[in-house]
């Protein structure tokens, strides 16, 4: 019988099944120091985002077979620290994918039948039906933004309502979306053509203010839209004024850039329906959190694999002494290349080309750091080597792999090809002694590795200047240039790749005035 401690609150239904088979400990609130002591002796730890479990938690818990975390993210476990000592790391991300997905589709009823205004009107003495008039759903476009597993679950129960669905989301095939029968489109068509959208992306650098004053400017007069994802993907004084200009006819907010959200300017519009973040917070959710987590610590302490793994499998020590160093390099070439083909188009098919030593052993683990690399910034749900592959496969995301003989002059090679359907974005890495190097993309012969996180992918005419004049702009932008390469193509003769790594990221204003110099073909950022 293992000691099991949970450290947060969780549902009774997850403690009395852990209960069932080993001695459960509930301390709640505890300190690091306090947590330090309570774990030393314990095979699982349990908790929900409370709880931080540090590297010097991890590190105290000698006996300690796995972490627990009963939600969705992982972010208050060090996985690093757990991965180092053996720790299995287990969360529940389909806990709260109904729950959210339902809370969505409450909000869009609720704008659309202006349900909340109706109740406050009636219980203020007032009986105003002809100023509440709403629309029905039956026979209008939903546009979803983000198609994973919540997106998805929205769609359903939108063609439930005889809604026609169309949704944006690079990261998604379009034989996924066929099969849920749901029309692609991009994000300007699903604004331009919907009568609802509902928002459920993740939030990265490029998707924080998607929905901008701009994007709403040219959005369909009437428009109603729900986010139940995250709070900074919409300018929210923006969306206000387009609401109170009665371009926007109304919206279901959920979230908010900063919370809690009291005093937010989009609480104060009576055409735009409010929650304190609820979408999570059903009964169901917390139970279903609870079980999943408990189910697998069950697994993980009976011998069993678990079903949402967090860290890292591993092979046998043969093959993982011969493939580990290219582990790195598949991760950046999936990360590059499916970032250059989102410029491109829509995704068909994803093949990892594996050459050289590297392909006489199992390659899983680069297939997975691979695929980790193509769905970095698709998903709100944790992806890592474990499981990358599931996630994929989700997503309809087929994957080609090919072994063949070494590339001089690698010893081994591993490439990643994005299809879309406006062309191909190819990217090679490899392993040296100075780390992980990118040395191809596409058809151009590079050499990029170092510490820049932020790289500059300029494709120019080759003729004398074109450095000078990309240098300059940086000079006067602020831009610390940390390193410099330029190729010459080997198909397109008299045109070249110049990659720069810079010390941050260019605003889009700063990229538009790269693009605009003299002999400069395309101009794309890429974060490594």
């Given at each position: ?66 972490i627990a975390r009963a939600g969705v993210g992982v972010d208050n476990v060090d996985v690093g620290a757990a991965t180092a000592r053996g720790v299995v790391v287990v969360n529940a991300p389909l806990a709260n994918t109904i729950s959210t997905a339902e809370h969505a589709f409450g909000l869009m009823l609720a704008v659309a ?416």
């Open positions: 019988m293992a000691k099991i401690l949970i450290a947060d609150s969780i549902a009774k239904e997850g403690i009395d099944l852990l209960s069932r088979q080993h001695e459960v400990v509930v301390k709640t609130g505890l300190s690091e120091d306090a947590l330090v002591e309570a774990v030393a002796n314990v095979q699982a730890l349990v908790v929900r985002s409370q709880t931080q479990v540090t590297a010097r938690v991890i590190e105290a818990g000698q006996r300690l077979e796995v039948r202006n349900i909340p205004q109706g109740q406050s009107s009636l219980k203020a003495g007032k009986w105003e039906r002809s100023k509440l008039q709403g629309v029905e759903l039956a026979g209008k476009t939903l546009g979803v933004v983000g198609l994973g597993r919540i997106g998805a679950e929205v769609a359903s129960r939108a063609r439930a309502f005889q809604m026609r669905v169309i949704a944006f989301d690079p990261f998604v095939s379009m034989e996924r979306a066929s099969s849920l029968g749901i029309e692609m489109k991009s994000l300007d068509e699903v604004f331009a053509e919907s009568d609802f959208v509902t928002l459920h992306t993740t939030l990265t650098p490029e998707t924080r203010g998607m929905i901008s004053k701009e994007r709403l400017a040219k959005a369909r007069k009437g428009i109603r839209i729900i986010n139940a994802a995250r709070g900074a993907l919409i300018d929210e004084q923006a969306l206000f004024d387009a609401v109170d200009s009665g371009h926007i006819a109304g919206a279901g907010i959920d979230v908010f850039s900063e919370e809690p959200a009291v005093g937010n300017i989009l609480t104060t519009h009576d055409r735009i329906v409010v929650t304190p973040h609820l979408a999570a917070s059903t009964n169901e959710a917390q139970d279903r959190a609870a079980v999943d987590v408990a189910e697998q610590v069950l697994d993980i302490l009976g011998g069993k694999a678990p079903r949402f793994p967090v860290n890292v499998p591993t092979v046998n020590a043969e093959s993982m002494a011969v493939i580990a160093p290219y582990i790195e390099a598949a991760r950046v070439a999936g990360r590059v290349a499916m970032q250059l083909a989102q410029v491109q188009g829509r995704l068909e098919k994803v093949r990892i080309e594996y050459r050289g030593e590297v392909s006489n052993h199992d390659v899983m683990p680069l297939k997975a750091a691979a695929v980790v690399g193509l769905l970095d910034e698709a998903t709100d749900e944790k992806v890592s080597a474990v499981n990358a592959l599931s996630v994929a496969e989700q997503r309809g995301l087929r994957i080609e792999e090919d072994k063949g003989a070494a590339e001089e002059p690698y010893a081994s090679l591993v490439t990643v090809a994005v299809h879309t359907d406006a062309g191909v974005a190819r990217v090679s890495a490899t392993h040296t002694a100075g780390g992980c190097a990118i040395v191809a993309i596409n058809d151009y012969r590079v050499d990029v590795r170092g510490d820049s996180q932020t790289l500059l992918a300029i494709e120019n005419m080759d003729k004398p200047g074109s450095i000078g004049r990309v240098g300059t702009l940086m000079g006067q932008r602020g831009v610390n240039i940390s390193s410099m390469s330029v190729s010459p193509s080997l198909s397109k003769p008299g045109h070249a790749l110049m990659l720069l790594g810079v010390d941050r990221s260019l605003a889009p204003d700063e990229l538009a005035q790269v693009r605009a110099l003299d002999g400069i073909e395309a101009a794309r950022q890429i974060r490594l």
